[in-house]
T-cell receptor, first 115, second 111 residues
Framework: GAGVSQSPRYKVAKRGQDVALRCDPI?????LFWYQQALGQGPEFLTYFQNEAQLDKSGLPSDRFFAERPEGSVSTLKIQRTQQEDSAVYLC?????????????FGEGSWLTVV | DAKTTQPTSMDCAEGRAANLPCNHSTISGNEYVYWYRQIHSQGPQYIIHGLKNNETNEMASLIITEDRKSSTLILPHATLRDTAVYYCIAGPQDAGNMLTFGGGTRLMVKP
């Protein structure tokens, strides 16, 4: 498709389990973002890539969260030893070129529930 | 990023104009005003953005006051499908376009 694609769409993980969330940005988009959205709240920034370089990871809540984009296209957000407070929607977004005021396009999110 | 203030919720009658206000009194000169909306169970969707001039596209109009301390998003003929949370964001053009979302306005369009 032409939009940002995320998988899995829904994930139920047992506490302590590791999860990996995948994002396929729009083809050719340089910038890629991960956001976390708790129920009833607005999205909160996690991390940002420009091509394969992770330029900002200030929003990652703990060292259990890790993101990569090794070839500058697909990105994976990994959460180790999941905890109940990690339950949220994880949104991926991409934009064409950083620094131009261009719009950011979001995927539909990966809904993570930790039980 | 400048902090924005929006009403928590608003109602609008179907077919009428929906006017969503946003205060951003601490906005700096290089910060844009962005509007996104999020329909239930979907990712946020870009609506419009502007710096200081009023803007219009196929979805909405954006009116920015001359002092840039507030703005209004106008949906000229609201439909039931416009029911969503609307986010007003003031952010820099650079810094990777990273946007800081607040709580937004929950717009309910009623028949």
């Amino acid at each position: 498709g032409a939009g940002v694609s995320q998988s899995p769409r829904y994930k139920v993980a047992k506490r302590g389990q590791d999860v990996a969330l995948r994002c396929d940005p729009i083809s050719g988009h340089v910038s890629l973002f991960w956001y976390q959205q708790a129920l009833g709240q607005g999205p909160e920034f996690l991390t940002y890539f420009q091509n394969e370089a992770q330029l900002d990871k200030s929003g990652l809540p703990s060292d259990r969260f890790f993101a990569e984009r090794p070839e500058g296209s697909v990105s994976t957000l990994k959460i180790q030893r999941t905890q109940q407070e990690d339950s949220a929607v994880y949104l991926c977004a991409s934009s064409l070129v950083a620094g131009t005021g261009n719009t950011i396009y979001f995927g539909e999110g990966s809904w993570l529930t930790v039980v | 990023d400048a902090k924005t203030t929006q009403p928590t919720s608003m109602d609008c009658a179907e077919g009428r104009a929906a006017n969503l206000p946003c205060n951003h009194s601490t906005i700096s000169g290089n910060e844009y005003v962005y509007w996104y909306r999020q329909i239930h169970s979907q990712g946020p969707q870009y609506i419009i953005h502007g710096l200081k001039n009023n803007e219009t596209n196929e979805m909405a109009s954006l009116i920015i006051t001359e002092d840039r301390k507030s703005s209004t998003l106008i949906l000229p003929h609201a439909t039931l499908r416009d029911t969503a949370v609307y986010y007003c964001i003031a952010g820099p053009q650079d810094a990777g376009n990273m946007l800081t979302f607040g709580g937004g306005t929950r717009l309910m369009v009623k028949p």
